[in-house]
């Protein structure tokens, strides 16, 4: 058992953080207070192929693996939780379900425009009355000759303001539950597409949230993703996996608060003396350290058993509930650590703790996990 880094690994882990500290971290107040992250920032990450990381080059991708695509969002989501988590949304939930689901012509046909940032990608699952109950969907689809007619609405669509490529869930009989549930491939541009709002949040401010209705949209049968009524299973999985990006970014969010606690009780004197020499500074350090490292071994394993084909279903509802805890417990520690200047806007754990708290919430409330992770405890 190896719990070091390959050579190839630090050397990828390295040439990102130079980026991040070159083209993110200057950038991620703004981004916050802006409420958008740079278009030209965005052409920069596709240009450097961090929106294909683990897609094979015969698509676009850069043809690296899981553990590779775990380290890009988390040293991006150090800087910027909202960039992290642009990353992370389009590879998880729209590149992936493609890659794994679609035939080989659609792999030809929409993802090397992924892979390169072209066109950026979203998932559009939640609905006003269906949140973590997605069997309960309302919106509905129907087959006119050559063409699939979706109706309906979608709501907390990470990406969607990019108006790029979905991954659309709809029901052809609502009676069936997730029996009836398909999945489609949509160009957001379409006609009978329309974005109703990009929300405004409490955290990731610079990540697009949007709500669209969906209004007779007609797609080409080829738009199908499998089989129709698999596509209950297809957002499974999908979130599966996505959960590895997501806890990637929490461990991210966490360690960019807990450096920045670290420098800051070295430099901060109170009572003569540096706050790191206070046994209770000295403690919260510890425990917010503890809490990294733990959620960084289990999301490196998640990771590393989806490179090695394993089942890793336990393991990615494990790295997602505890790195998301330990990225709002982290959080909260430095806010402290900080004291009075931790709550204002001047210093960036106060923006990483806001961007924090959605990481136990989104791509599966981590009480969700909870039942995952009994459900295979109990089988």
Excluded at 5 to 31: G, N, T, Y
Excluded at 32 to 54: C, N, Q, R, T
Excluded at 178 to 193: E, N, P, Q, R
Excluded at 240 to 263: P, T, Y
Aim: aromatic share 8%; charged share 25%.
């Amino acid at each position: 058992m190896d719990f070091e880094l390959s050579q190839d690994h630090k050397v990828l882990r390295d040439s990102i953080r130079d980026f991040v500290a070159e083209e993110i971290r200057p950038l991620a107040m703004q981004i916050d207070e802006e409420h958008a992250i740079p278009g030209d920032l965005v052409e920069k990450i596709a240009a450097m192929g961090f929106f294909g990381s683990y897609l094979p080059e015969e698509y676009g991708g850069a043809g690296l693996d899981a553990l590779s695509y775990a380290l890009l969002v988390e040293e991006v989501s150090k800087a910027c939780g909202s960039t992290g988590v642009l990353i992370s949304a389009h590879t998880s939930l729209a590149c992936d379900p493609i890659y794994r689901f679609g035939t080989e012509e659609q792999k030809q046909r929409w993802l090397p425009d992924l892979a390169q940032g072209r066109v950026i990608g979203c998932f559009l699952l939640t609905e006003p009355n269906a949140g973590s109950d997605a069997g309960a969907i309302a919106t509905t689809y129907t087959r006119e000759g050559d063409d699939f007619v979706l109706s309906g609405n979608k709501i907390f669509v990470t990406n969607g303001g990019y108006l790029g490529t979905g991954i659309v869930f709809a029901s052809s009989d609502r009676s069936l539950k997730h029996k009836g549930i398909s999945a489609f491939i949509v160009d957001l541009k379409t006609a009978g597409v329309e974005l109703l709002k990009n929300e405004k949040k409490l955290g990731i401010r610079g990540s697009y949230t949007s709500a669209f209705a969906l209004d007779q949209v007609r797609i080409p049968v080829a738009n199908l993703l499998g089989k129709e009524g698999q596509g209950f299973k297809i957002a499974m999985e999908t979130l599966n996996g996505g959960r590895i990006g997501i806890a990637s970014q929490a461990l991210g969010i966490a360690e960019g608060a807990f450096d920045l606690s670290v420098k800051y009780a070295k430099e901060r004197k109170q009572f003569g003396a540096p706050i790191a020499d206070l046994q209770a500074i000295q403690f919260k350090i510890a425990d917010m350290y503890a809490r990294i490292e733990a959620a960084k071994l289990i999301t490196y394993k998640a990771a590393c058993m989806k490179d090695k084909g394993q089942s890793y279903t336990l393991e990615s509802a494990l790295c997602k509930m505890m790195a998301s805890e330990a990225a709002t417990f982290v959080t909260k520690e430095a806010i402290q650590v900080h004291g009075g200047y931790g709550y204002i806007n001047e210093y960036e754990v106060e923006r990483m703790f806001r961007d924090a708290k959605i990481t136990e919430i989104y791509e599966g409330t981590n009480e969700v996990q909870r039942v995952v992770i009994s459900k295979l405890l109990f089988a």
